[in-house]
C-alpha cells in the first residue's frame, strides 16, 4: 500500500509543476485523496458491502469536490489536477498514467444496466470540462481538448476537440511549407493563430492560399509560354500588398478574448 502512495506522490511531480515537497502534496492535493478513498470504497464494493462503499464515495466527494463511484476501475499512477467538479461513472475504466482536469465527466449516454461509461487506456489526458460520455474507448496516449464532447471512440494517439468531438489531423507538412510560403510572398502572415489549433478561420485561409498557390503556378507557367512565343504580357508587375493593410486584422487577433 504505502509503495502504491509513494508511487502517487512522484507521478505528481513528474505532471505538475507546482509540486514543491512530497509533504505539500500528501497534504495539499485533493486529486489524491480522491484517488486513496476510491481504493478504499472500490475494495470494500468487491467484498459486495455496497452501502458502506458509497457512503466512502460520498465522504470523498463531500471532501474533495471530486465524484468517483466506488465501482469505477482506475489503473497506477492516475493524477486528477485541480479535480473540483470532476465526476466518474460507476462502469468506467482508467487505465495506467492516465491525467484528468477539473471539470471532466466520464459519463453514460444511457440508464440500462451494463456497460455505459467510457474506457480510457493508458497516457490518456483528458483537458478541463470535457465531457466523454457513453461505452467506447478512448485509445491510448490519446489526447481531449477542454471542453469537448465526446460520444464516440477515439484511436490511440488522437486529439480530440470540439462539440462534438472530431479529431484534429495534422495538415501535411509540404502542404504546410506550400502555404508559408505563398502567404510570405504576399507579404502577411495568415497564421495568427497556432496552426494545431482547429480554427475555421484559419482552416478557410489555408483554402484560399493553396488556391493562390494552384493559380499563381498557373500564370508563371502561361507566362512563361508567352515569354516563349515573344510576347512581353507578363512584364508588369502584380499590385503589391502592403502590410499596413492587414494590420487591424492583425491587431484584432492579438487582441485577448473578454
Known amino acids: 500500500m504505502f509503495e502504491r502512495v509513494r508511487e502517487d506522490i512522484q507521478s505528481v511531480f513528474h505532471r505538475d509543476p507546482a509540486a514543491r515537497n512530497p509533504f505539500e502534496v500528501l497534504t495539499c492535493y485533493p486529486g489524491l485523496h480522491a484517488v486513496w478513498l476510491h481504493r478504499l470504497a472500490h475494495g470494500l464494493w468487491g467484498f459486495g458491502w455496497k452501502w458502506l462503499a458509497r457512503l ?24 486528477i489536477d485541480h479535480g473540483m467538479g470532476i465526476v466518474i461513472g460507476e462502469t468506467a475504466e482508467i ?24 474506457t480510457l487506456a493508458d497516457g490518456v489526458v483528458v483537458g478541463a470540462g470535457a465531457k466523454v460520455l457513453g461505452p467506447f474507448t478512448v485509445g491510448a496516449g490519446a489526447k481531449i481538448g477542454s471542453n469537448a464532447v465526446v460520444t464516440k471512440e477515439v484511436p490511440a494517439g488522437a486529439t480530440v476537440v470540439g462539440i462534438p468531438g472530431r479529431i484534429i489531423v495534422k495538415a501535411d507538412d509540404v502542404l504546410e511549407t506550400k502555404r508559408q510560403a ?8 495568415a497564421y495568427g493563430v497556432s ?30 509560354a508567352l515569354k516563349a512565343l515573344g510576347s512581353d504580357y507578363c512584364a508588369k508587375e502584380l499590385p503589391a500588398l502592403r502590410d499596413e493593410d492587414f494590420a487591424d486584422v492583425k491587431d484584432a487577433g492579438d487582441k485577448p478574448a473578454a
Open 95 to 118: 487505465g495506467d498514467d492516465v491525467t484528468l482536469y477539473q471539470g471532466v465527466t466520464l459519463g453514460g449516454t444511457s440508464w440500462n444496466k451494463g456497460k455505459r461509461h467510457p
Open 56 to 79: 466512502v464515495s460520498s465522504f470523498g466527494r463531500w471532501f474533495t469536490g471530486i465524484e468517483i463511484h466506488p465501482g469505477a476501475k482506475i489503473g497506477r499512477r492516475f493524477f
Open 195 to 224: 496552426q494545431d489549433m482547429p480554427d475555421p478561420v484559419a482552416r478557410a485561409i489555408g483554402q484560399l492560399l493553396d488556391h493562390l498557390q494552384a493559380v499563381d503556378d498557373r500564370l508563371e507557367g502561361m507566362c512563361s
Open 182 to 189: 505563398i502567404a510570405e510572398k504576399f507579404g502577411f502572415d
